[in-house]
């Protein structure tokens, strides 16, 4: 399947993008992003993020379709 990813913060600093396509088998948000974490090196542990897919925030086990647009979340500190 054909996913559109964003990435945020720290996750789009370590990238080195802010979003990208990528082909991927995985059925959920959890498994896409521990291979997108290996890919990149992402140093947040997925208890950390949030994760939204078309637009709505979704729980890790939420079953992906091809075409999603999936944005992984970090926390965000301001001021």
Not at 1 to 23: H, N, P, T, V, W
Request: glycine letters at 8%.
């Amino acid at each position: 399947m054909k996913f559109r990813l964003l990435y945020f913060a720290s996750l789009a600093d370590r990238a080195g993008c802010a979003e990208e396509s990528i082909d991927s088998a995985a059925g959920d948000p959890a498994v896409l992003y521990e291979e997108v974490r290996q890919r990149h090196e992402f140093t947040l542990e997925r208890a950390r993020l949030r994760v939204a897919v078309n637009g709505r925030i979704v729980a890790w086990d939420h079953r992906l379709q091809d075409g999603d647009e999936i944005v992984f979340l970090p926390p965000v500190s301001g001021g």
